[in-house]
């Protein structure tokens, strides 16, 4: 029988002690800085090396690029991007391998839509989506050592 | 005399206490269950084959998803077996953070174990003292990798972040806290005579069944069998830590709760050692070429996940993916014994022996 | 006939019906406060209005009858299990002013013990007819559990009856206030009849009726909309009702303790009423539930052996001089 008063006096004196529920609608949930979050992607700064959708486990990424306006200049820049939501599993992958750092994690959490076309991200919408961008990112850092 | 009738009842692949999408084709007589049959599958999505077309880097967030309540160590088979074809070196820091996390993730997972367990026999407050704490190591891998649940964190070669500023002496806290804060889970639960009485003495695996099932994790060591991996086969470092193996008499169901309960105990032992001996300086990735290209060859590593041995085969040709991967799932193997275990209890004991042997169908079904 | 023998019942049904609304509410507060949660807080202030917002929802479903249930026994179940929780109100003496008694019957107990009794046919019935696995399941365990635990039930409250020489409430009331409180004297029949009165209430640990983990929500797993609601509404008013039985039978009702008799009598009955129902919550957010088999046993080795002893016992002190006046 002690064993059973025993857990409820943990019980009554759990009910005195600070909840530890969230207010998540109402108050948003800060994130720490390395939450992998939806993308940001700034195309000024993407050369078009397809590495993000090569290294993409689900393939989400597709992007095309076009020749540079400039004729002086060599390379290629971006024409469209996309991301489509429905199969990205935001892994980090794709900011890793960026040399430039045109795709870079934020920490927005909230890709409830009503439908599915609209997870369907483009350029536009992910370079607009340039708030909580994560700073301490990987590729900034020296790449791993080797060949 | 009074005619009766057996009857088949589906138990699930919806039900509560299920524990994902298993269903239980059950005859039963009354409430005894007089034939059973798992049915598996459901959330079968093919993870080896698919990997088949993926490079080494890109398998490592599927194996998130085998068994999602312990993605580090599956992150972490998958990396050890290419790593030992491929013969790299890790850095110690690298070393160090992995075990750190691995056994900050066995007890997430025993936890959540926990939790449910109990709802399972029909308490429900323990669920939610398991997930608060479960809740704070969440969080703590949430800073460290980005995420709650899929964390992507290992790669071959070594781990993709440092430690965050901070971060050890939040793990190290959480391990002193953890620690005492089983006391109050024993308070509640252990002693507790309704508690008690619908463990002790059911659900009883024997030493025969649990090596001819080839069982593993708790599931072979309530029977008093010593067997863990991480002393066994030591991989990563943990010949370097001082930890015990907490073993069962009689294989019911009250000493696998003892055994979990006390492996949550000796892995935040483990956390706190390596926190201490944690490297100073150093990277956090080894000398790894820029595309994983495996030599030709097989390998076979297995490791102490919470559930028990998870292995990877990896038969390599040479290329930048792998020509197969098997995983060995320690929740298929161990859930191969409920079949017998089941058969002659009741609905009730069914549940609680179910929930007993903790399987994730994520990584049953692969 | 007087006019208020029409209009009392109503209030008393509006009063029931306000008290399970908020004892929903409160049970879930509490359940919530022990579970470190805050409980419901969206519907209105402190979500205050949170069960009267479910109990509308319920109101406005969709009535649905599994086609291949039986139809006049589907609803005809919760109506069963329904009407003898609220009728047993109608003995409950709240307090010894008269327009707060209803009737006051000579076999008041009795009445109780024997009409609270029907619910559990309903509940083999709402089982039954479901024609549903789990339902039949749920209903075996209640008419099983129902029928064990009847019998250290009212065993138990023999000893009471012995010491008041009264089936009725009202009268054994009064002499708890003459003598002492039931629950010192009758200190085994009170733990006999709390446990049995739990299991009576199909409450945890012994919810094994509507085990959530095991049937997903045993005999009322097929009901929807208002026949639910009748059904949990039957079972907070078994709360309701439990409860002022206890206070009645062990608690001197609405006798003021320590001579404290500035605070009206209705007043000490709501709170001894309260203590009661608070114990129920906290027992529910504590114990795991014990298997059908274990329910039995406890029941029947246990509990009843008890229950006599605790008869036995009052019948020999009764005769004891001096301790007689307290049995």
Redesign the interface.
């Known amino acids: 029988m002690l064993g059973l008063f025993k857990g409820m006096g943990i019980t009554l004196k759990n009910m005195t002690k600070p909840k530890v529920t969230l207010g998540y609608p109402h108050e948003p949930i800060k994130m720490p800085d390395r939450f992998r979050g939806i993308q940001h992607f700034d195309p000024e700064k993407c050369i078009v090396c397809n590495q993000c959708a090569r290294i993409c486990p689900t393939n989400c990424i597709s992007l095309t690029g076009k020749k540079h306006p400039d004729p002086n200049k060599r390379g290629k820049i971006i024409n469209t991007y996309d991301i489509n939501f429905e199969i990205c599993i935001l892994c980090d992958l794709c900011t890793e391998v960026c040399p430039t750092e045109a795709i870079i994690m934020t920490n927005r959490y909230e890709l409830a839509t009503y439908s599915r076309e609209a997870l369907l991200k483009d350029m536009k919408w992910l370079h607009a989506n340039d708030q909580m961008i994560r700073q301490d990112n990987i590729s900034s850092k020296p790449k791993r050592g080797g060949k | 005399m009074l005619r009766t009738e057996e009857?088949v009842?589906n138990l699930g692949p919806q039900?509560?206490?299920m524990h994902g999408v298993l269903r239980l084709v059950v005859k039963i007589d009354?409430?005894i269950i007089r034939e059973i049959e798992p049915v598996v599958g459901y959330l079968h999505r093919g993870t080896e084959k698919l990997a088949e077309d993926?490079n080494y880097?890109?398998?490592i967030?599927?194996t998130?998803r085998l068994d999602y309540l312990s993605s580090m160590t599956n992150n972490y088979v998958v990396c050890h077996a290419t790593e030992t074809l491929m013969g790299l070196e890790i850095p110690e820091k690298a070393e160090y953070l992995r075990v750190i996390v691995m056994e900050m993730n066995r007890v997430a997972s025993h936890l959540l174990w926990l939790g449910t367990f109990?709802?399972?026999?029909?308490?429900?407050?323990p669920?939610?003292?398991c997930f608060?704490d479960r809740?704070q190591i969440l969080?703590m891998f949430?800073?460290?990798?980005?995420?709650r649940l899929?964390y992507?964190y290992m790669r071959v070669?070594?781990v993709?972040?440092d430690a965050?500023a901070g971060w050890l002496d939040k793990v190290k806290n959480f391990a002193d806290y953890m620690i005492n804060e089983i006391q109050?889970y024993h308070?509640?639960?252990?002693?507790?005579?309704?508690?008690?009485?619908?463990t002790k003495g059911i659900g009883v695996i024997t030493k025969e069944m649990a090596l001819s099932y080839s069982l593993s994790g708790a599931n072979i060591r309530c029977t008093g069998i010593d067997w863990d991996l991480r002393k066994k086969q030591p991989y990563s470092v943990y010949d370097r830590f001082d930890f015990k193996v907490p073993l069962g008499k009689t294989g019911d169901l009250l000493d696998k709760y003892h055994c979990r309960m006390d492996e949550m105990v000796e892995a935040m032992k483990i956390v706190k050692q390596a926190v201490e001996g944690f490297p100073e300086g150093g990277?956090t990735?080894?000398?790894?070429?820029?595309v994983l290209r495996v030599p030709e060859g097989e390998v076979y590593v297995g490791v102490e996940s919470p559930r028990g041995e998870l292995g990877c085969h990896i038969v390599s040709k040479g290329k930048d993916k792998p020509w197969r991967i098997k995983f060995r799932r320690p929740s298929f193997y161990n859930l191969q014994v409920a079949k017998e275990l089941l058969v002659g209890q009741?609905?009730?004991?069914?549940?609680a022996i179910l929930g007993s042997i903790d399987i994730v169908l994520g990584e049953v079904d692969g | 006939m007087d006019w208020y023998i029409f209009v009392y019942p109503v209030i008393l049904l509006a009063i029931v019906l306000v008290f399970v609304m908020y004892a929903i509410y409160f049970e879930r507060k509490v359940i919530g406060w022990i579970q470190l949660r805050k409980g419901p807080t969206e519907t209105g202030p402190k979500g205050l209005f949170q069960s009267a917002a479910d109990v509308f929802k319920l109101l406005i479903k969709e009535d649905i009858i599994p086609s291949k249930a039986d139809r006049p026994l589907f609803k005809l179940a919760p109506i069963l299990a329904y009407v003898p929780a609220f009728s047993v109100l109608a003995v409950i003496p709240f307090t010894d002013a008269p327009y707060l008694k209803f009737s006051n019957v000579a076999v008041g107990l009795m009445y109780y013990l024997a009409l609270s009794s029907i619910t559990v046919m309903g509940v083999l019935l709402g089982g039954w007819a479901s024609n549903n696995k789990y339902s039949l399941l749920g209903g075996m365990r209640a008419g099983a559990q129902m029928i064990s635990y009847e019998i250290p039930l009212v065993l138990s409250v023999v000893g009471v009856v012995m010491s008041a020489g009264s089936l009725n409430l009202t009268e054994i009331v009064e002499t708890q206030i003459a003598g002492a409180w039931n629950v010192f004297p009758q200190f085994l029949g009170f733990v006999v009849f709390i446990i049995a009165a739990i299991a009576e209430l199909n409450r945890t640990p012994f919810d094994l009726p509507e085990a959530e983990s095991e049937l997903v929500a045993g005999y009322h797993t097929e009901y929807t909309g208002f026949r639910f609601a009748f059904f949990m509404l039957a079972e907070y008013t078994y709360v309701f009702a439990m409860a002022s039985l206890i206070t009645i039978l062990f608690f001197g009702g609405w006798d003021a303790p320590f001579g404290l008799t500035f605070i009206p009598p209705l007043v000490w009955f709501i709170l001894k009423f309260c203590c009661f129902v608070f114990l129920l919550f906290w027992l529910r957010a504590t114990f795991p539930r014990l298997r059908g088999d274990q329910l039995m046993e406890f029941a029947w080795k246990g509990l009843l052996p008890l229950a006599i002893i605790n008869i036995f016992v009052s019948a020999l002190l009764k005769e004891v001089p001096f301790l007689s006046q307290y049995f």
């Open positions: 009857m009842l039900h509560p206490s009354g409430e993926l880097t890109q398998i967030p599927y998130d109990l709802l399972d026999v029909g308490a429900l407050t669920f939610l003292y608060r809740e969080s949430n800073e460290l990798c980005g995420a899929t992507n070669g070594g993709k972040w965050p109050n308070e509640l639960i252990s002693g507790n005579e309704i508690f008690l009485q619908r990277a990735m080894g000398k790894v070429p820029r009741n609905i009730a004991n069914l549940v």
